[in-house]
């Protein structure tokens, strides 16, 4: 067109498009991170009760 | 049955995420000196600025005069007095006018300030130094001065005989006892196990930020358990 | 997967489908503007992101405020005011380099000392140093309340930069650049292009917002499970209370526990 | 709350009168940059006299950044802040007082480079009581903010550079304000009717008030 609303439509494109990946990569760690914690948790309670 | 001045119940102190204070349970009551042992980094010096209101617990509870810590900090902070490890010193100020400072900030009146240098054993010489230029000793001498000037119910000592000759730790030892004679409640945290033991009523074990233990001492047997 | 959790991905859908929307009608299916050509096709981005940086401070004000209100006083809402300012700064700096974009060709600058584009970068400052804020290390209460009242600040400013760079202008440059001529028509299917810009990009806001959190409430969460190992580390490490193991040497202690 | 605010004015002022911290630094600092504005601009026109408010409040703002760092590492030395909180000092006491101490040493700096601007630039100051006015909203504004932002920052490490990064973009309208107040004075001739002078009373007002409100929670937190 002329250049200038490209530019517009991609520097927008790319500030969210960038967001949403660190985002959801953060989400992602930290999700599993969280899902290893709350086994490990329930793992030492039961082994606590046991003994 | 004396009266409970101070109790820490499954306290936990967070510095950052690390747990200065891992596990503490604690009390005071009135008219007693309790005497803090452990090694460097036990969760000490944190049980007494957790006394002081300087640092927030971040589990378990806290009560300081029956009030709780979390609530209200500025209440029970008229009742204390804090030699901390820092000196809370201006350094630009001379040891006279960071005096009269305190004074005025603990709205007492000027004539207590004499009796009180006289009795910390600065001559009129350091009282016109600048803070800056004291010995370790002289400032230690200063914060104590500070920290029992508003005669506190409850006193709060880190480390009192560090960077003392003989006689001022002999000064500080008569001073606690003092204290406790006239009511108030006296912890201390010191690394001079001998004259703190010889004075304490009782004894907390410190270890890695837990309290292990309490030993009751010398006169006061038995006070510890209710 | 959970009632909410499908709604997030709904909105987050919704989202994605109204932007990618906004753009084909916005690029391809409606014309170009009399005045201003094709460069009117920013008018379908630009302020719809204007206004979201604008509405993501909103909320983090009030979030701010009501961390601050002792009644209502949560964690929870120091998250939301970080979420949403962190997004909010995104939409910002988005806001200011259409903005430039657009401006170039239409004023033949980069920038200019406009009213609304001045308090848009000052704003941006400001959040920028509610971020930094927000980074100082503490307990969590220290942080939201630090956190709180620079939000409480930021607030309070944004209206009087806004009204001091007004007066700058208009008692100092006579009328502004932004010439009305220039100003597009806006109709018919343009309006409808608007319209779904502003929606999609606002459930982009509260998609994000709502992603922001979770990875807010998650760290807080591992946060507390590494403080938890390390008080156990802690006591456990040679012969702490908790540990179960035999007593001290000091056979004259009694038990931490007895206390009680 | 005024005992408190009183006592540590008191306090600060000594402290500096003791130091002379920014006696030292900044009085050289104000005259040298006048001295380089000077080179730089050249003084053949009439340009340094129409930029002079605008380098006055600059300076004046660079330099009440420093006395607000000042102000600050005053309290974090011996840990002097906690020492101010076991006294039971009333934190809106201590916000007030750091920030009237903060205030009359911006004040000396202020009236340096008002001396400075006249000898140096050759500006004729009109409308005394407006500069006066607004110099002295200008001031609380700046100081409230500064003080505010300052007690905030004060854990972390990065607090020099932090700082002014903080308190510039929300002071922006009060260098504005007291920029176009000084100009109106100087080369319009207007009175304390000045629109700009009203804005300064506004925000300085607020920022007062927040700061007394919530210094509170800063402090403790």
């Not at chain 2, 001998?194 to 930020?209: C, H, L, N, P, T």
């Not at chain 4, 004046?60 to 039971?88: P, Q, T, W």
């Amino acid at each position: 067109m002329n250049g200038y609303v490209e530019g517009g439509y991609l520097v927008v494109t790319g500030g969210i498009g960038g967001y949403a990946a660190w985002l959801g990569t953060r989400a992602k760690k930290l999700r599993r991170a969280v899902v290893v914690v709350r086994d490990e948790t329930s793992v030492q309670r039961r082994s606590q009760d046991k003994s | 049955m004396a009266k409970k001045v101070a109790e820490v119940r499954d306290g936990v102190v967070l510095i950052g995420r690390f747990p200065a204070i891992a596990n503490c349970n604690f009390d005071a009551y009135e008219g007693e000196v309790v005497y803090l042992s452990g090694p460097n980094g036990s969760g000490k010096t944190t049980l007494l600025r957790l006394l002081a209101g300087l640092v927030p617990l971040a589990r378990g509870t806290a009560t300081v005069f029956g009030l709780d810590l979390a609530q209200n900090r500025r209440a029970i902070r008229d009742g204390i007095g804090f030699c901390a490890h820092q000196s809370h010193l201006y350094d630009d100020l001379t040891v006279l006018e960071n005096l009269h400072f305190a004074a005025s900030a603990l709205r007492l009146p000027k004539p207590t300030i004499d009796s009180l240098l006289d009795e910390f054993a600065l001559p009129n010489r350091v009282r016109k130094l600048p803070a800056q230029k004291l010995s370790a000793g002289q400032r230690k001498r200063v914060s104590l001065a500070i920290a029992v000037m508003k005669s506190p119910h409850l006193l709060l000592l880190d480390e009192p005989h560090s960077s003392l000759d003989d006689d001022g730790k002999d000064m500080v030892d008569r001073l606690m006892r003092r204290y406790a004679e006239a009511g108030t409640t006296v912890v201390v945290a010191s690394h001079e196990t001998k004259r703190s033991a010889a004075i304490a009523d009782r004894i907390y074990r410190f270890d890695k930020g837990a309290t292990l233990g309490m030993q009751s001492s010398g006169q006061a047997e038995g006070l510890g358990d209710e | 997967m959970n009632r909410s959790g499908v709604l997030v991905r709904l909105i987050g859908l919704l989202a994605i489908i109204g932007i990618v929307g906004t753009y084909w009608m916005g690029l391809v299916v409606t014309p170009p503007d009399v005045f201003q050509g094709n460069l009117v096709r920013l008018v379908y981005l630009h302020p719809p992101v204007a206004w979201v940086a604008y509405l993501a401070y909103g909320v983090t004000s009030l979030a701010s405020i009501a961390f601050l209100w002792k009644r209502t006083r949560n964690l929870k809402w120091d998250r939301l005011a970080a979420s949403s300012a962190e997004v909010g700064v995104l939409f910002t700096g988005l806001t200011l380099v259409t903005g430039s974009i657009w401006g170039r060709p239409t004023w033949g600058v980069w920038w200019t000392w406009d009213a609304r584009l001045t308090t848009t970068a000052l704003l941006f400052l400001l959040y920028l140093g509610y971020l930094a804020i927000r980074r100082i290390p503490g307990d969590r209460y220290k942080v939201g309340t630090r956190s709180a009242v620079a939000g409480l600040v930021a607030f309070i400013d944004v209206p009087i930069v806004h009204q001091s760079v007004v007066w700058w202008k208009t008692l100092h440059q006579g009328a502004t650049v932004l010439n009305p001529s220039l100003s597009p028509k806006i109709h018919g299917e343009m309006a409808w292009t608007l319209l779904l810009g502003f929606v999609s990009f606002t459930l982009l806001y509260v998609w994000f917002t709502i992603k922001r959190y979770q990875v807010a409430s998650m760290t807080d969460e591992l946060e507390d499970v590494e403080v938890d190992r390390m008080i156990r580390e802690r006591l456990e490490s040679d012969g702490g209370v908790l540990s179960g193991g035999a007593p001290r040497a000091e056979s004259n202690f009694v038990d931490g526990g007895s206390l009680k | 709350m005024f005992h408190d605010a009183m006592i540590v004015a008191l306090k600060d002022v000594r402290i500096e009168l003791r130091s002379k911290v920014l006696l030292n630094q900044l009085l050289p600092f104000v005259l040298v940059v006048l001295i380089l504005f000077g080179f730089a601009i050249g003084t053949a026109n009439q340009t340094l006299v129409q930029v002079s408010p605008g380098i006055f409040w600059v300076v004046a703002f660079f330099a009440a950044i420093l006395a607000v760092e000042r102000s600050l590492s005053v309290e974090s030395d011996n840990h002097a802040k906690e020492g101010l909180m076991v006294y039971g000092l009333e934190p809106a006491g201590v916000f007030l007082g750091k920030l009237i101490a903060v205030m009359v040493e911006c004040f000396a700096v202020e009236v340096v480079l008002g001396l400075g601007v006249v000898v140096l630039y050759g500006v004729k100051l009109h409308g005394v009581m407006l500069l006066i006015l607004a110099s002295l909203f200008a001031t609380l504004g700046l100081a409230s903010v500064g003080v505010l932002f300052g007690a905030l920052s004060a854990a972390t490490k990065v607090r020099e550079t932090l700082l002014p990064l903080l308190v510039l973009p929300a002071t922006a309208p009060v260098l504005l304000a007291a920029t176009k107040a000084w100009e109106d004075g100087i080369v319009n001739h207007s009175g304390i009717g000045d629109p700009w002078l009203g804005l300064l009373v506004v925000f300085g007002l607020v920022f007062l008030a927040i700061g007394l409100v919530s210094f509170e929670s800063v402090l403790e937190d």
